[in-house]
Nanobody, 126 residues
Framework: VQLQASGGGLVQAGGSLRLSCVAS????????VAWFRQAPGKEREFAAA????????DYADSVKGRFTISRDKAKNTVSLQMNSLKPEDTAVYYC????????????????????WGQGTLVTVSS
């Protein structure tokens, strides 16, 4: 599975962006998908994840209530809607996927993901 992340950009604090992660070469309907982010000088950290079925989602405490992850299997896409953005959300955002069984939650651990997109930069100005 090859992943392509897009939708990043420059936005003012309080604004919104919608990131997309599209799978090519083969569908990733049998994969859990997560978004991680890496700010300058910091380690890559978990932001949001969605299970293979789409029925279970998880969020980092720092984004809970502001970000929403969703998936559209027909379009082979996972999206991350980001609202009420803050300067501390500035980072390169990466989508990642890993094949899983149907009934489990997606992992929050980056080492559990074998497929990664190239990253998209989100910059939030104050």
């Amino acid at each position: 599975v090859q992943l392509q992340a897009s939708g990043g950009g420059l936005v003012q604090a309080g604004g919104s962006l919608r990131l997309s992660c599209v799978a090519s070469r083969r569908p990733f309907a049998d994969h859990a998908v997560a978004w991680f982010r890496q700010a300058p000088g910091k380690e890559r950290e978990f932001a949001a994840a969605i299970s293979r079925s789409g029925s279970m989602t998880d969020y980092a405490d720092s984004v809970k209530g502001r970000f929403t992850i969703s998936r559209d299997k027909a379009k082979n896409t996972v999206s991350l809607q980001m609202n009420s953005l803050k300067p501390e959300d500035t980072a390169v955002y990466y989508c990642a996927s890993q094949r899983t069984i149907l009934t489990v939650r997606a992992s929050l651990v980056k080492e559990d993901y074998g497929n990664w997109g190239q990253g998209t930069l989100v910059t939030v100005s104050s």
